[in-house]
């Protein structure tokens, strides 16, 4: 409970971080976008303005309409007037296609005025759509420019007359037209008056009389009259010309200062204009020609831009208000919110390096890519095109670039350094998890010393990286080929692939080639070793491995050196081995021969004794000398004979005749063949022995030599009346034969009773050979059972284990 | 009748030893301390058995015993001190009818020659008729009808549960009988405890028939399974 509550803790925490980040750099990036650049307050005022009519760009753009409509009604051109409708027309799509050519003498006024009085003014600021409107004259309307103008032939007083003449039509002409265009858009309505003479009008709505009453809807008026203006916004009167000056501060750009006086033709002019609280989009649609044209439509597009910046705003500073708060937030619980972010880097850590890096950049890539590819970015992909055109001379186009961008791009860029810091915060060392790392810790041959490890490594790097190489180029080859037309250049493609693929193969069959070599003689390299470690020694053979031909048959390959080591190894145990059998067999000889002489005085001794004790008459002591000489010249036969068996059943030279046998069965024969003697020995035999056979795999008269053995010398060292045990029991597997018997004589505690010669008295008076146990042992280990002896205080245990067969 | 026994051995002591012992018996002991004596003797006098040293100067006992095989038949007992069975089985394949070992047991050495020698006199010609109620196992021969065994041609005296057990192990020569079948079939009971009992009647006749009770040549334990009648290789 309390980790759950934990866990989820973290996770809000670090959601309200992570979304309260997001949401405070989204707008502060916004809001920068948008800064116009002076006052940031004012910048931030505007989020409570609603009223577009306050904007200085309403104020301009009704006091250039104002100079426009004074010009229209005295029939004057003016820079405003012809500008209003050249730019009007030229951003309300289509007036320019329809090519209405304008009449050539305005061309000559304007240059005229270019030339004679460098008014540069006049074609600041639209030099471009001056010149191309000058092209397309020259263009359409040669002919007619050439009656006119021409550096040769100056105009007479006569032609000047009529120019003017026609410039006057024109004019008249041109302010029809306008009006015609304009008169649609009910946003703004106008009446035009001059000398009490009503010329334009867009509406009946609007009161001419003096009044400065509005039509529903509109709740800005201005009246024009007598040179003044007069302004009434939502009922009440504004002060327009303040202390009568103008100057660069004052709000209204009208007539009516002192110092800007309306001439003698404007006071008989009057003009009226209401404005829409809330615009509305006017559209019109003519056929025949290029479809939809929008009107002018500029205070629509002011209120509702005005609007739109209103909005956009308040949501900017919504959000980094929530953004702010979320921090706040998450900042109160910082303790888990760094646990979340501890969290969040062993995360990282557990991602390659590469994935990061990659996923990091390729997340940028697509936002640049989207955004370039969008019309929103349109214009930025044609700079970026053109900066890399033209050289970098256009250093405002970073700036541009930078205002431009998406702040979705910065936020990506923002988290990507966040977690790039977050990563090198915590992971120690951030590059250690890396597919690169990885593959050289895999593919290292640091490590190695062998020079045939190192080579083994070296050849499987150069097969991955093969790998790697062919299919990089391969994938390359496919993107590229994809773009390629010709049936040319499909062929060296195709003939450049299968190249590449036959080296590929060619190289990754030498390279396996070679594994295979080393396979091969890995084989060879473990069956030698099994050979050895069966004992098979091949000692006559004692160099490098031949092939059937002469040749070495590892010579330049890898384990070339390993083999040799090993048949160095074999050699060298082939050897020991063989001095060992030697040695062995010495001995055995060596044995054989000392007992073939003991036994042949000892024939005679055994012989000329027996003989003395047939002889009668003979003295009571020295028939006791006889019987004494008796006695110990049959000791010493069965100790010459057993020390024969047991040095050749050590050596291993006994010959072994096995077969199954039944274990209990073995141990009854053994005490009935014994029985006699049992019976006349003052200890008694307590046999618990299995009816079931126990069957097990031994050298029957082996067996029966160690059990006589064991039961001798339990017979001989056992306490008077007491008991023998003999115990045959199944524990697993084994077979276990056990025969305990207290020893009448103490035992000495370290001593090894299966040791050749020891006896448990030192003395050695009785007629055993001291071989008793220790041939018990060597048979039993030469039948391939286990020995055991146990001594515990007066107990004399021995153990006899075999492996059962299972039937 | 002269039973001349010729004693050929390099260890004076070892000839005499044996001179006396075979002399307490009644025979004529011949005395030769080399290979090449022996064939001279053996050339010279009318000799029934041979007892032969192996190890011995100037010629040794195994290849004296195959010279003397090119001429005669009569018996060869070799004597050696090499006791291992590689040892005997080489001497019985070059022609010797028995091997005895070093140290000897005097009595054993003494009822071979004797076992040797009268079956080279008396049953060399009973041999020739092969009865078919007859069984024949090196020195045993069984008269099925009689019930009767004879060991070197002299009946053994056996007891009627000991017959019985001979009867059985004689009709199946090399066959391994466990004790319980053995008591089975010759008590006709169920087998309770068999092994000693039956161990008991094999130990009595083994003494009875066997040269060396101790070393049976012919009824044989073996062991952790069962009891036989070992087969003999040599019938003569």
């Not at chain 1, 997001?22 to 650049?37: A, F, I, R």
């Not at chain 1, 010495?586 to 054989?592: D, G, N, R, S, T």
């Not at chain 1, 008793?772 to 006899?800: H, M, P, R, W, Y």
Request: with cysteine; hydrophobic share 40%; charged share 25%.
């Amino acid at each position: 409970m309390d980790t759950k509550w934990k866990n989820r803790k973290k996770i809000i925490s670090f959601t309200a971080f992570f979304v309260g980040a997001s949401l405070t750099l989204l707008s502060v990036v916004e809001l920068l976008q948008k800064w116009p650049g002076g006052n940031p307050v004012d910048y931030l005022k505007q989020a409570q303005q609603d009223d577009y009519q306050l904007s200085r760009r309403f104020r301009s753009y009704i006091g250039d309409r104002l100079a426009t409509f004074l010009a229209m009604s005295t029939n004057s051109f003016a820079d405003e007037y012809y500008g209003d409708y050249y730019y009007d027309n030229y951003y309300s799509y289509g007036y320019m296609d329809s090519q209405e050519a304008l009449p050539p003498q305005l061309w000559e006024e304007r240059l005229l005025a270019v030339q004679e009085e460098g008014a540069v003014s006049a074609v600041e600021g639209w030099d471009t759509g001056w010149e191309n409107y000058l092209n397309r004259a020259w263009e359409y309307d040669m002919e007619d420019w050439e009656n006119y103008s021409s550096p040769d032939r100056p105009l007479t007083e006569e032609q000047k007359e009529e120019l003017i003449q026609k410039y006057e039509e024109w004019k008249k002409d041109v302010a029809q037209k306008y009006h015609e265009s304009i008169k649609a858009d009910q946003n703004l309505l106008y009446a035009i008056l001059h000398d009490g003479e009503l010329l334009y009008s867009n509406s009946d709505l609007l009161k001419t009389d003096g009044s400065m009453e509005t039509p529903e809807g509109y709740n800005f008026f201005l009246r024009y009259e007598n040179g003044q203006v007069r302004i009434s916004k939502d009922g009440a009167e504004l002060d327009v010309y303040g202390d009568g000056f103008y100057r660069a501060d004052s709000q209204w750009y009208v007539p009516g200062y002192r110092n800007f006086q309306a001439d003698e033709e404007m006071m008989k002019s009057v003009v009226c204009i209401a404005v829409a609280e809330e615009p509305i989009l006017y559209s019109e649609i003519s056929y025949g020609q290029s479809g939809y044209r929008q009107l002018d439509n500029a205070l629509y597009w002011m209120w509702n831009n005005s609007r739109e910046r209103q909005m956009g705003l308040r949501r900017d500073l919504c959000c980094l208000a929530a953004g702010m708060a979320l921090l706040f937030l998450s900042l109160l619980n910082r303790k888990s919110l760094r646990e979340a972010i501890r969290s969040l880097a062993g995360l990282q850590g557990k991602i390659w390096l590469e994935l990061r890096v990659l996923f990091f950049f390729a997340l940028i890539l697509f936002l640049l890519v989207s955004y370039v590819r969008s019309d929103y970015g349109y214009g930025l992909w044609q700079e970026l095109i053109w900066q890399y055109e033209c050289g970098a001379e256009y250093g405002y186009l970073t700036e541009q670039l930078l205002s431009d961008l998406p702040a979705c791009l910065w936020l990506t860029v923002f988290w990507g350094a966040w977690l790039a810091v977050n990563d090198f915060r915590y992971n120690k060392k951030p590059w250690k998890n890396s597919l690169a790392r990885k593959l050289y810790a895999a593919f290292t041959a640091k490590e190695l010393r062998l020079p045939l490890a190192r080579k083994a490594a070296h050849r499987s790097t150069a097969a991955f990286a093969l790998a790697g190489v062919y299919v990089l180029l391969m994938l390359s080859e496919a993107l590229l080929l994809g773009h390629q037309r010709g049936l040319g250049a499909r062929w060296s493609f195709t003939v450049l692939v299968l190249l590449e693929t036959g080296g590929f193969f060619l190289a990754e069959y030498l390279l396996c080639l070679k594994n295979m070599e080393t396979a091969r003689d890995m084989e060879a390299l473990s069956r030698r070793v099994e050979d050895i470690r069966n004992g098979n020694f091949d000692t006559k053979d004692c160099t490098v491995p031949h092939r059937e031909d002469g040749t070495p048959s590892l010579a330049g390959h890898d384990l070339e050196q390993i083999m040799a080591q090993l048949e160095d190894i074999r050699c060298g145990m082939a050897r020991a081995v063989d001095d060992q059998m030697k040695s062995e067999r010495m001995k055995v000889e060596l044995i054989a021969n000392v007992s073939h002489d003991i036994k042949t005085p000892l024939t005679s001794i055994i012989s000329y004794v027996q003989f003395l004790k047939e002889e009668e008459g003979l003295p009571e002591h020295v028939r006791d000398y006889v019987k004494i000489l008796d006695e110990k010249s049959q000791r010493l036969k069965n100790m010459v004979q057993d020390v024969f068996a047991v040095s050749k059943a050590a050596s291993g030279e006994l010959p072994m005749h096995m077969e199954e046998l039944d274990f209990g069965k073995l141990l009854r024969q053994t005490l009935a063949d014994m029985g006699e003697q049992i019976e006349h020995s003052p200890v008694t035999f307590r046999t618990e022995i299995p009816d079931i056979p126990v069957m097990i795999l031994a050298d029957g008269q082996r067996m029966y030599r160690v059990f006589q053995n064991l039961f001798q010398n339990a017979l001989q060292y056992s306490l008077a009346g007491s008991r023998v045990y003999v115990t045959l029991r199944r524990d697993g597997n084994l077979a276990v034969a056990s025969v305990k018997n207290a020893s009448q004589s103490e035992l000495a505690e370290d001593m090894n009773f299966a040791e050749r010669f020891t006896r448990g008295d030192q003395s050695r008076t009785d007629g055993g050979s001291g071989l008793g146990l220790s041939i018990a042992q060597s048979f039993t280990e030469a039948c391939g059972g286990k020995f055991g002896l146990e001594t515990n205080a007066d107990l004399f245990v021995v153990t006899i284990s075999f492996v059962t067969l299972e039937i | 009748m002269c039973d001349c026994v010729l004693v050929v051995d390099d260890d004076r002591e070892i000839v005499k030893a044996i001179g006396i012992l075979l002399e307490g018996e009644g025979y004529q002991v011949l005395k030769a301390y080399d290979g090449l004596q022996a064939l001279d003797i053996l050339a010279s006098r009318p000799v029934r058995l041979v007892l032969i040293d192996v190890m011995m100067p100037r010629l040794d006992g195994l290849s004296a015993v195959m010279r003397i095989r090119e001429k005669l038949n009569i018996p060869i007992i070799v004597l050696s001190a090499k006791s291992e069975d590689t040892d005997k089985v080489l001497g019985l394949s070059m022609g010797a009818d028995d091997y005895v070992a070093k140290p000897y047991n005097p009595n054993e050495l003494a009822a071979r020659v004797k076992s040797q020698l009268r079956r080279y006199t008396l049953l060399g010609d009973i041999h020739a008729g092969n009865n078919v109620d007859e069984i024949k196992n090196g020195r045993l021969l069984y008269r099925t009808e009689e019930k009767t065994l004879y060991a070197d041609g002299e009946p053994v005296k056996l007891t009627a549960t000991e017959t019985k057990i001979v009867d059985l192990l004689m009709h199946n020569l090399g066959r391994v009988f466990p004790a319980e079948e053995i008591y089975r079939r010759v008590w006709e009971e169920d087998a309770y405890a068999s092994e000693n009992t039956v161990m008991v009647h094999i130990r009595r006749i083994r003494e009875k028939l066997e040269l060396n009770p101790k070393e049976p040549e012919y009824l044989k334990v073996v062991w952790g399974i069962g009891y036989k009648m070992e087969k003999q290789e040599k019938n003569h």
